[in-house]
């Protein structure tokens, strides 16, 4: 699959990352992988606007795994998809945001990343009596990031949920948000595994040390059309 987006001059991969089992879902994420056409963070902030994805990763070092991570309207430290979805394509064993050296594994189909849950952005973790009842939700006006959830499977682990960043960038639901998910899996104290959005998968896994272990497939769609 080809994707075209005008005016835009940069190699771009795009991906789904937090795929179902199936291949289909996950959240779509723009990877530059030569920065250097974008040196600065105005340029950086810009071209992530112009994309739309939910996140947008510009590769700095891809020997190093050094990235830098925008949505349409900020900067961040640390989101859980766009690492996901980069160490997957550029094959890394380490990749590093500004927020620290993050550790990845591959395992099978999966994509595992060790993060630290207080690098997470915050997020207001909002639990539901059912997954009917998150299914159900609109989409809450702007001002807070909500993060709904709900059991479906207590004993088994398993969660719906659905994302509301509340930024009023365009992105109105986020389909998989892996900071969230660490967020949650923290205050859980548990491993997880996430329903998010139309049926996007995430795997979650507390660890030693306020570690916590995020895993999802990914799919690469194509590159940009230029």
């Not at 940069?10 to 291949?23: E, K, M, N, Q, T």
Request: glycine fraction near 12%; charged fraction near 25%.
């Amino acid at each position: 699959m080809t994707t075209t987006v005008p005016s835009i001059a940069s190699d771009i991969d795009v991906l789904r990352v937090f795929c179902a089992a199936d291949g289909r879902h996950g959240n779509a994420l723009g990877v530059v992988r030569d920065a250097r056409a974008h040196p600065d963070e105005a340029s950086r902030q810009a071209l992530a606007k112009e994309l739309g994805f939910s996140e947008t990763v510009f590769v700095d070092d891809p020997e190093r795994g050094i990235v830098d991570i925008y949505t349409p309207g900020v900067r961040l430290p640390f989101a859980g998809h766009p690492l996901v979805g980069a160490a997957w394509l550029l094959d890394l064993e380490v990749i590093c945001p500004p927020a620290g050296e993050v550790w990845v594994r591959g395992d099978g189909e999966f994509t595992w990343i060790e993060a630290r849950a207080e690098w997470a952005p915050p997020r207001t973790l909002r639990q539901y009596g059912s997954a009917a009842e998150v299914e159900a939700l609109d989409v809450p006006e702007p001002g807070e990031w909500i993060y709904a959830w709900a059991w479906e499977e207590e004993a088994a682990g398993r969660i719906r949920a659905r994302a509301f960043p509340g930024r009023g960038d365009g992105i109105d639901e986020d389909e998989a948000t892996g900071a969230a998910a660490l967020l949650l899996t923290a205050e859980l104290g548990r491993a997880l595994n996430i329903t998010q959005g139309r049926g996007s998968q995430l795997l979650t896994a507390p660890g030693p040390d306020g570690i916590v272990e995020l895993g999802g497939r990914v799919r690469l769609e194509g590159p940009l059309a230029r």
